[in-house]
């Protein structure tokens, strides 16, 4: 397999875009890309999405984004892992580089979510799970999360509060985001404050819904040019767990998530202390934590431990959620992990502004769907 | 949910029948079409005795379209050891404790729509025992 190369990224901004559909929203995104990596055309396209049949009414994004963001007639298709659909897509178009099959690919995440009321959405986000033993019983997907907590809380003796530290560290960090949703910082008094929405988990344990695109071209090492600012894609991996809770092994082990890092960072040659930062699926704290621990950044039981002690804090000994994370830069399912991608290339480019990880040369970054029974896992190289 | 969707999915809803490998006797549920366990190829009915106890739990606040709430929801370990996802039901929120004791009964899921059918499926209750004892 060839190595691969990050070579351009863009994004819009993530929030409530009343006056743009997926078409805006993706082709935006691919030509922020396209731009920064200096290449008007493309081999292949690659769009994550998750909710475009099932809110939008729209499929074969493949084609419409291929159209909308003048790269017709490059071979384009959906990419859907659920909320791991991001990653998914960015991993696809880096297969398909590497395989020698393409030399440059787009890859872009997008979604549109604020087209669809509330109760909509929630019926969306529960297709990740197992429609006919979950979703058919009303187990929305929050609701999923919360029995995840719960048990993770009774297992370690935590408190919801305890969860705190990480909603803090991504929205004060999204202050500083231009593209992020929620540039307010908020306090631990405003995170036990928040309702609660599936008990135990409150509005701020939980990315908000939302729309955005984000994108990156990738390319061989043959097809660099001098201009570029190359981010190399180290590795690439993927997993999968069973798509119902109750079917796990161990429900507090994401087993797909432990699976696609230790064959990333195998496949890098890198491991979790080889890291500068993380952009984890940060979707509910409750993910946060156990994505640490899949990983291998701290043992079983300690993240939140680790939380408070600053560990997950700029500075603190491994950078979380950078650029807001999905909890305040947005979470507009689909995309998220190509903003994930994005944002750690910027960190490895030093573009990341007033949230910079000094000296970042490594990066990794975790896309999750379906409450683990999916991830898509990559490790980043300046 | 569609009828025939329904339709298919009546026996593990009504009777929370699962299958048994006639190789090496694990027990599944959802039903499987191969072992998870031992990869035989050879499944039969099984019917779950539908008691268990509560793993973890949560409250539906902001229900699903189809579903009127709130509700409690739980991971239920059944006695057979097998783990099912499912709604409880004639509980107090506040009661609701992991370890629990629960036994299965058949409730109303969901209504498609005022004149449309009626989906019924399991839910779990307090053991009657155990609210006797209470």
Redesign the interface.
């Known amino acids: 397999m060839r190595d691969v190369f990050i070579v351009g990224a863009g994004q819009t901004p993530v929030g409530e875009h009343w006056g743009l559909g997926l078409r805006e929203l993706g082709a935006a995104a691919i030509r922020a890309a396209l731009d920064d990596a200096g290449i008007e055309s493309v081999d292949a396209l690659f769009a994550g999405n998750m909710l475009g049949g099932a809110v939008n009414g729209q499929e074969n994004l493949g084609a419409l984004l291929a159209d909308a963001a003048g790269l017709l007639p490059a071979e384009a298709c959906k990419v859907e892992a659920a909320c791991a659909s991001g990653g998914a897509a960015v991993r696809m178009a880096a297969l398909s580089v590497a395989a020698g099959v393409h030399d440059v690919a787009v890859a872009v995440g997008v979604e549109k979510m604020t087209d669809a009321v509330s109760d909509q959405i929630t019926v969306g986000l529960a297709t990740a799970s197992d429609g006919d033993y979950e979703a058919s019983h009303g187990l929305s997907f929050i609701a999923l999360s919360a029995l995840l907590m719960r048990r993770y809380m009774h297992e370690t003796g935590a408190s919801r509060e305890d969860f705190a530290p990480f909603a803090v560290n991504a929205h004060r960090n999204a202050a500083a985001n231009v593209n992020a949703m929620f540039r307010a910082p908020i306090s631990g008094e405003d995170f036990a404050r928040s309702p609660q929405v599936a008990a135990p988990i409150g509005v701020l344990d939980a990315a908000p819904v939302c729309d955005g695109a984000a994108a990156v071209v990738i390319c061989s090492r043959e097809a660099l040019l001098p201009a570029h600012r190359a981010v190399r894609i180290a590795a690439a991996a993927a997993a999968t767990d069973t798509i119902g809770l109750a079917g796990r092994a161990d429900l507090l082990t994401l087993g797909a998530a432990r699976r696609s890092a230790e064959k990333a960072f195998a496949a890098s040659g890198l491991a979790p202390q080889d890291c500068d930062l993380f952009e984890a699926h940060d979707a509910f704290t409750i993910i946060t934590a156990l994505s640490l621990e899949a990983c291998g950044f701290v043992p079983r039981g300690e993240a939140l431990k680790r939380a408070a002690h600053g560990c997950f804090a700029r500075g603190g000994c491994i950078p979380l959620s950078t650029c807001g994370g999905l909890k305040a830069r947005g979470h507009p399912v689909g995309a998220s992990g190509a903003y994930q991608i994005v944002e750690a290339a910027a960190q490895l480019r030093g573009e990341a502004g007033t949230n910079q990880v000094p000296g970042a040369r490594v990066a990794l970054t975790q896309s999750i769907g379906g409450h683990g029974s999916i991830a898509v896992t990559h490790v980043l190289e300046a | 949910?569609d009828l025939p969707?329904y339709h298919r999915?009546t026996a593990?809803y009504y009777r929370l029948e699962g299958r048994r490998c006639k190789g090496c006797g694990a027990v599944h549920f959802?039903p499987r079409v191969d072992c998870?366990s031992c990869r035989g190829r050879e499944m039969e009915v099984y019917r779950f005795s539908g008691r268990g106890t509560v793993?973890?739990?949560?409250?539906?606040?902001?229900?699903?379209?189809?579903?009127s709430?709130p509700?409690m929801?739980?991971?239920v370990d059944l006695v057979e050891g097998?783990?099912?996802?499912?709604?409880l039901t004639d509980v107090d929120?506040d009661d609701v404790e992991?370890g629990m004791p629960v036994e299965m009964v058949t409730r109303r899921?969901?209504e498609k729509g005022p004149h449309g059918y009626i989906?019924y499926?399991y839910k779990f209750r307090p053991a009657l025992a155990q609210r006797q004892a209470s």
Do not use: D
């Open positions: 949910m969707r999915l593990p959802p998870g793993y973890s739990f949560a409250e539906v606040a902001q229900p699903p379209q189809g579903f709430g509700y929801v739980a991971l097998v783990r099912v996802t499912a709604q929120p992991i899921l969901q989906v499926g």
